[in-house]
T-cell receptor, first 113, second 113 residues
């Protein structure tokens, strides 16, 4: 069964540094999402991406965040200048069609020191 | 906007007991989708079940069953004959036709031998 994969599994960075989180979606899936989960809290939506552009973003997704599909397959989330409060688990998700179920990757744990 | 409420923060049971997780949703959409995801201690988000707003039929799948009632805006989930491997955080989530998943706060299920 196809799976969503994410790299790295754990990223440790210094405050102010840039990080790029990578996701390899299930092939043929057209809708892409990033979510984050601060330790012990609920899963929060960050951004959705369809047809090579952002379709929706949350208040969390400010100018420090960006997403792209650099090579038409990988889906990346970039944080330009990390803050302590960016420490969280970041999940990539995707789905085939608009009304289909979202499937999640295993997550990347980001620790900002 | 959608909202999901999981009032139970933690449920502890002894193995082989049944456990029912409550979920109440709010939406102004006429078409929407409801989900349950499991997050085991390893951290990934695992899709369990999905229900469409236009299908109120309740089903059983193995040890899982669910009770979807539009009249009370509830989408409850039951694990029958719980096992230690069922220990996890369970999230209820909703979405409209296009967009992001809105998660509840999650319910921690602890199953002891």
């Amino acid at each position: 069964e196809p799976e969503v994969t994410q790299t790295p599994s754990h990223q440790v960075t210094q405050m102010g540094q840039e990080v790029i989180l990578r996701c390899v979606p299930i092939s043929n899936h057209l809708y892409f999402y990033w979510y984050r989960q601060i330790l012990g809290q609920k899963v929060e939506f960050l951004v959705s991406f369809y047809n090579n552009e952002i379709s929706e973003k949350s208040e969390i997704f400010d100018d420090q965040f960006s997403v792209e599909r650099p090579d038409g397959s990988n889906f990346t989330l970039k944080i330009r200048s990390t803050k302590l409060e960016d420490s969280a688990m970041y999940f990539c998700a995707n789905k085939l069609g608009s009304t289909d179920t979202q499937y999640f990757g295993p997550g990347t744990r980001l620790t900002v020191l | 906007a959608q909202k999901v409420t999981q009032a139970q923060t933690e449920i502890s049971v002894v193995e082989k007991e049944d456990v029912t997780l409550d979920c109440v949703y709010e939406t102004r959409d006429t078409t929407y989708y409801l989900f349950w995801y499991k997050q085991p201690p390893s951290g990934e988000l695992v899709f369990l079940i999905r229900r469409n707003s236009f299908d109120e039929q309740n089903e059983i799948s193995g040890r899982y069953s669910w009770n979807f009632q539009k009249s009370t805006s509830s989408f409850n989930f039951t694990i029958t004959a719980s096992q230690v491997v069922d220990s996890a955080v369970y999230f209820c989530a909703s979405t409209d036709s296009w967009g992001k998943l809105q998660f509840g706060a999650g319910t921690q299920v602890v199953v002891t031998p």
